[in-house]
């Protein structure tokens, strides 16, 4: 997404917000990537220490934050400041017990909203994998990413499309 223009919010949901982790907490980040990620196979970062976690998250390019809905956290996002302009939406998901409940587009267009809000941001990205959500892809074209790059993975099976 090269402009806000392009962004096409979800329809609100009464009853959920966004927080940012204030003071930054290696321990909320890592307990969210593996809270959210198991479902999905995540395992880049399972075994990093917790000095691996703390350099990764105590730095000003990177912003967590964790929704709720009725005050019951939901999921969290990592935003993480690249080049000076760009965004990317780093890690993004919804705890298992609340996939399925309608909260994916409302909750990535807080997401979206709180990139466009750093100040200078000229571009929003978000990469995306088949270890992630089955309608990932779709929430995320339907909030007005467009497809930049695709790869198959060295170990796809060709005949998978």
Same mark, same amino acid.
């Not at 017990?97 to 909203?113: D, E, K, P, T």
């Given at each position: %997404?090269?402009?806000?223009? $392009?962004?096409?919010?979800?329809?609100?949901?009464?009853?959920?917000? /966004?927080?940012? /982790?204030?003071?930054?907490?290696?321990?909320?980040?890592? !307990?969210?990537?593996?809270?959210?990620?198991?479902?999905?196979?995540?395992?880049?970062?399972? $075994?990093?220490?917790?000095?691996?976690?703390? !350099? +990764?998250?105590?730095?000003?390019?990177?912003?967590? +934050?964790? @929704? *709720? %809905?009725?005050?019951? *956290?939901? @999921?969290?996002?990592?935003?993480?400041?690249?080049? @000076?302009?760009?965004?990317?939406? !780093?890690?993004?998901?919804?705890?298992?017990? =609340?996939i399925g409940?309608?909260?994916?587009?409302?909750?990535?267009?807080?997401? /979206?909203?709180?990139a466009w809000?750093?100040?200078?941001?000229?571009? &929003?990205? &978000? =990469? *995306?994998? *088949?270890?992630? =959500?089955?309608?990932?892809l779709a929430?995320?074209?339907?909030?007005?990413?467009?497809?930049? !790059?695709?790869?198959? $993975?060295?170990?796809?099976?060709?005949?998978?499309?």
């Amino acid at each position: %997404m090269t402009g806000p223009e $392009a962004f096409r919010p979800g329809q609100p949901k009464a009853g959920l917000s /966004v927080s940012l /982790v204030q003071p930054p907490d290696p321990a909320v980040n890592r !307990k969210f990537y593996s809270a959210v990620g198991a479902a999905w196979n995540w395992t880049d970062r399972l $075994a990093w220490s917790d000095n691996d976690w703390r !350099k +990764y998250v105590c730095r000003d390019d990177l912003a967590t +934050y964790l @929704g *709720t %809905m009725d005050g019951e *956290t939901i @999921g969290y996002f990592e935003l993480e400041r690249q080049d @000076g302009s760009d965004i990317e939406i !780093k890690y993004f998901g919804l705890l298992p017990a =609340h996939i399925g409940r309608g909260l994916g587009g409302a909750f990535l267009s807080m997401a /979206v909203q709180r990139a466009w809000e750093w100040p200078g941001a000229r571009r &929003v990205w &978000v =990469h *995306t994998c *088949t270890r992630d =959500h089955e309608n990932a892809l779709a929430n995320y074209q339907k909030r007005g990413f467009t497809l930049f !790059k695709t790869e198959r $993975a060295p170990d796809a099976d060709p005949s998978d499309g």
